[in-house]
């Protein structure tokens, strides 16, 4: 029956290792890693552009939305 090792237990083991066999074993599974996360297929990013595209946002829109997140700046309780 095999047994399931933990990252727990290879931590410990690796801290019984020397110096240069601690260098070795990153050595041995950088590439291995990077094998991995280049194998690893990235969802597209979504653009964008034209977010806002049909939007009707006015400039009294903005100046209304700016005049409501400023009237309680500054506060005295701060």
């Known amino acids: 029956m095999d047994k399931t090792i933990t990252?727990?237990?290879v931590l410990e083991l690796i801290k019984q290792l020397s110096l240069i066999d601690?260098?070795?074993?990153?050595e041995r599974i950088a590439p291995q890693i990077e094998?991995?996360?280049t194998s690893i297929q990235?969802?597209?990013?979504k653009s964008l552009r034209g977010l806002w595209r049909?939007?009707?946002i006015s400039e009294l829109d903005i100046a209304q939305?700016?005049?409501e997140v400023w009237?309680?700046?500054p506060r005295e309780d701060i």
């Open 54 to 56: 049909g939007s009707n």
């Open 22 to 26: 601690k260098i070795r074993v990153i």
């Open 65 to 67: 939305m700016r005049e």
């Open 42 to 45: 990235l969802k597209p990013r």
């Open 35 to 37: 094998c991995e996360l």
């Open 71 to 73: 009237e309680n700046f």
């Open 7 to 9: 990252l727990e237990e």
